[in-house]
């Protein structure tokens, strides 16, 4: 269940990293983000639907490549159908500062210093343990055949308490690697540009360019960053 906030959580799209320059003349780099305007889509209340909540819709899509639903369902608001929606539980009550119809862009976030990114990590299709969990691999020498890549035995750590003995839950071998949800938290936002939809961090966004990214304010900040709040 996500955690109630007091603000609406908003979806940009990675645009890739560049640098800029603070007052005192010192490069950051960032991540450039574009936010466009969101569209309250639907307002969820405790009385009805037993929680509060917004929903909010953003993006341009050609009403032929969305669906009849999403159609219908945006036009209660009055707008052509979004490509994205979210929706941001919010404390009981604070769902009434909004009305379906009603505009929120970039702006909403010129006064929070850090922000949380929440996106899809590039996926890296299946790959060995050497370069998913970083296994230093067998040896090069002494006998050893080509399987310098591989992880070795694993009978040995099977789990004989009492059951059969399989390999426990979790054990780090080849798989997928990427394409999993990240969140990297308390960026900290160097600029807000309301008027072209832009907020820059700083530091790495998860994705690749041109990918939806979840942007909200920080839901808790590390020490070194406490102390800036």
Known sequence: MALPSKQPHLMGQKLGMTRVYNEAGVSVPVTIIKIDAHTVTQVRTADVDGYSAVQLGTGDIKARNSSMPVIGHDAK??????????????????????ELGQTIDVS??????????????????????????????????????????????????????????????????????GDKRITVRSLDVVRV?????????????????????????????YKSKASRA
Do not use: C
Not at 78 to 85: D, I, L, M, T, Y
Not at 91 to 96: H, I
Not at 142 to 158: L, T
């Open 77 to 98: 608001a009055g707008v052509a159908p979004r490509r994205v929606h979210k929706e941001t539980r919010l404390e009981d009550g604070a769902e009434g500062a909004f």
């Open 108 to 177: 909403s976030f010129e006064d929070v210093k850090f922000v949380d990114v929440i996106g899809t990590s590039k996926g890296k299709g299946f790959a060995g343990g050497m370069k998913r969990w970083g296994f230093k691999g067998q040896l090069a020498t002494h006998g050893v055949e080509r399987k310098h890549r591989s992880p070795g035995s694993i009978g040995g750590h099977a789990n004989n308490a009492g059951k059969a003995g399989r390999i426990k839950k979790g054990k780090k071998m080849a798989g997928q690697y």
């Open 193 to 221: 540009d309301g008027e072209n939809g832009l907020i820059l961090v700083k530091g790495p966004v998860p994705g690749a360019n041109k990918g939806w990214v979840e942007v909200r304010p920080s839901v808790r900040l």
